[in-house]
Each structure stands twice: as structure tokens, then as C-alpha cells.
């Protein structure tokens, strides 16, 4: 593909990666689904506050969300200030839930909302494989492109499932090389001689490494790599 400089450096993130994350995610949560009560999906989500339902919905959204945002020829990149986001009307449900665009029909059940989360997963891998190498858009952690988009879109979709799958009480364990991918390109700060998945839920809040406390907040940096280059 060609969504960045060098599509063939080592390390680089492609539509097929996030496509992998989207398809590991839905395997599980499809598994879920079959040995769960749509009434199940109502339970927290891990540690948020959000229902297992509500969570899923967010990670749909969230991943239309950077479709969207790439899907411009002429993306807003935050200049001027209110210029950064595509206005979508963004709204609640109830006090606290997540703010979406997009929401799943309750009446499709939990096929429904899985299909939700499907269709908006594919949006992004086709919007990361076609877009133009140089196309920008904006994300509040950095000015980013069609790799970091997919970087971001996998890192929502292990731990968002990770929360669900908590919440469900199965289990999700995705491969060390896919961690690894996001954690080099969102997270330059994570340590490298850890277990690759253990460090991406500690570099999310979500766990604990040893001989590091876990951490109460944390963003990732979604800069193009050539600009951290020469930030550093």
C-alpha cells in the first residue's frame, strides 16, 4: 500500500493490520454473543463506566469517527482552532455515556450491534488503503496519517474488546507483533523489554508492569513519524 513514505519500513502499520485487529475483535465478541443474553451486554465494561454495549458502540464510532477524518481531500487539520473535527452532531445517550455519532439499533440485538461494529471497522481499512501518502487529518493527539489513523483504530479496538471482553468474562488475547506495531508508532515512551499486550493495557491505564506504577492518565502521540524525527 501506500498510505505513508516508506510502506516497507520496519514496523509500519497497514489497512490489513487493522483489518486483522477488527476481525480478532469480532471473533471473540461474536463468541461472546452466543453464550451471553443481550441483558448480559448491560454489565460495566472492565474498569469504565460504560456497558459492554455502550463500549462497542464507542468503538464503532470511534472508528467511523477516523474514517471520517480521513475521508476529506481537504481534511481539517485544526487551523483555525475550531477547524477539527468533521461536524458531526455528536450526542449522549444518558449522564456519562460515551458522546457518538454513530449508534446500533437495540432491536438488532447483539448480531446487530457487532455488524455496526463491523461496517465501521471496514470504512477505516478502506479509507487507511486507498487515501493518498501525504493526506493529514486531525486527531487532539497529533496531526496524523492513513498509518496513524490505522494505529489508532487498532489500539481502540484491542482495548475497547479487552474492556468487553473483561465485562463478559472471556478471554482476549491478542498477538505480541500487533502490540508491538502500536506501541512503537502511538507510545515512543513505553518500555520495549516487556510483554508486548501486558504493556499496551498498562500504557492505556488498564494494567500493571513491574517496577511501574500504573497510571492514572496517558494520551499516545499520533504525529507522523517523520515529525517526531524531527521533533527529537
Known amino acids: 500500500m501506500t498510505t505513508t513514505s516508506d510502506p516497507t519500513a520496519p514496523g509500519t502499520l497497514t ?7 477488527v476481525r480478532l475483535s469480532l471473533t471473540t465478541l461474536r463468541a461472546a454473543a452466543a453464550a451471553t443474553t443481550t441483558a448480559d451486554w448491560q454489565r460495566p465494561a472492565g474498569t469504565l463506566t460504560w456497558s459492554c454495549w455502550e ?13 471520517a477524518q ?18 458531526f452532531l455528536w450526542e449522549r445517550r444518558r449522564e456519562g455515556g460515551p458522546a457518538n455519532v454513530t449508534y446500533a439499533d437495540p432491536g438488532a440485538g447483539t448480531t446487530g450491534l457487532l455488524q455496526v461494529l463491523e461496517s465501521c471497522g471496514a470504512m477505516l481499512t478502506a479509507l487507511v488503503r486507498t487515501v493518498p501518502a501525504d493526506r493529514r487529518a486531525y486527531h487532539c493527539f497529533g496531526i496524523s496519517d492513513a498509518e496513524g489513523f490505522a494505529a489508532m483504530g487498532i489500539v481502540e479496538t484491542l482495548v475497547h474488546t479487552h474492556d468487553v471482553a473483561t465485562g463478559l468474562g472471556v478471554p482476549f488475547h491478542p498477538p ?9 508508532r502511538l507510545f ?17 491505564g488498564r ?5 511501574r ?20
Open 176 to 184: 505480541a507483533g500487533l502490540c508491538d506495531g502500536v506501541l512503537g
Open 55 to 67: 463500549t462497542v458502540e464507542h468503538l464503532a464510532d470511534d472508528l467511523f469517527a477516523y474514517a
Open 70 to 87: 480521513l475521508g476529506l481531500d481537504t481534511p481539517p487539520l485544526g487551523t483555525p482552532l475550531l477547524d477539527t473535527e468533521v461536524p
Open 207 to 211: 494494567g500493571e508492569l513491574p517496577g
Open 188 to 204: 515512543p515512551d513505553a518500555p520495549t523489554d516487556t510483554d508486548r499486550w501486558p504493556t499496551l493495557l498498562w500504557a492505556t
Open 15 to 21: 489497512a490489513d493490520d487493522l483489518q486483522h485487529a
Open 213 to 232: 506504577e500504573r497510571l492514572t492518565s496517558w494520551r499516545w502521540f499520533a504525529e507522523t513519524r517523520e515529525q517526531r524525527e524531527q521533533r527529537e
